[in-house]
T-cell receptor, first 116, second 115 residues
Framework: DTEVTQTPKHLVMGMTNKKSLKCEQH?????MYWYKQKAKKPPELMFV???????INESVPSRFSPECPNSSLLNLHLHALQPEDSALYLC???????????????FGPGTRLTVL | GNSVTQMEGPVTLSEEAFLTINCTYT??????LFWYVQYPGEGLQLLLK?????DKGSNKGFEATYRKETTSFHLEKGSVQVSDSAVYFC??????????????FGQGTILTVHP
């Protein structure tokens, strides 16, 4: 099983809503990532969890709150988002902690988020 | 710092044409190099990778060789198919320091293949 799954596939929310994105992998990977991807642009790293601990926060606004309940799950809690936060949110995982440079990152299909 | 420069797109080809997408990089340290592909409406998939100089990565008819002397990792395919239409990202990763294996992406190249 080399799959990273993400739910929901699509999400529409208002600026006052609270919602969560979910990511799951069963490959035994020890690093998990959240990326944001705007149309026709490369992914931008948001957060990295290594061995279930938040290791990297790329200066992401506090309206995005990550959570890693266990080694297989990664959540991204959303609150008071802005329309400019509309994007494709990608989850990824890699075998080693804090991503050994030779490790492949395996990406999920993403959640298409629209903020009204 | 680390950076990746990809040839500007979009690239439009006829089926069975030869494909080259240029990728050059700068890195502090010794990078691993990757090509990822993103099909419409999907996430990124690893296409191929190389972790040391002169390594050749290959998959699905695509090839790229890690050229340290020219700091390049150009993607090639001898005969493209309509199903190869996608966005292609070149990326690098360097271990240690503040890079912690972070993927640095190029801007992406949109490939469209016509029948």
């Amino acid at each position: 099983d080399t799959e990273v799954t993400q739910t929901p596939k699509h999400l529409v929310m208002g600026m006052t809503n609270k919602k969560s994105l979910k990511c799951e992998q069963h490959m035994g990977h020890r690093a998990m990532y959240w990326y944001k991807q705007k149309a026709k642009k490369p992914p931008e790293l948001m957060f990295v969890y290594s061995y279930e601990k938040l290791s990297i926060n790329e200066s992401v606004p506090s309206r995005f709150s990550p959570e890693c309940p266990n080694s297989s799950l990664l959540n991204l809690h959303l609150h008071a988002l802005q329309p400019e936060d509309s994007a494709l949110y990608l989850c990824a995982s890699s075998p080693g902690g804090l991503a050994a440079s030779t490790d492949t990152q395996y990406f999920g299909p993403g959640t298409r988020l629209t903020v009204l | 710092g680390n950076s990746v420069t990809q040839m500007e797109g979009p690239v439009t080809l006829s089926e069975e044409a030869f494909l080259t997408i240029n990728c050059t990089y700068t890195a502090t340290g010794y990078p691993s190099l990757f090509w990822y592909v993103q099909y419409p409406g999907e996430g990124l998939q690893l296409l191929l990778k190389a972790t040391k100089a002169d390594d050749k990565g290959s998959n699905k008819g695509f090839e790229a060789t890690y050229r340290k002397e020219t700091t390049s990792f150009h993607l090639e395919k001898g005969s493209v198919q309509v199903s190869d239409s996608a966005v292609y990202f070149c990326a690098l990763s360097v271990a240690g320091g503040t890079s912690y294996g972070k993927l640095t992406f190029g801007q992406g190249t949109i490939l469209t293949v016509h029948p």
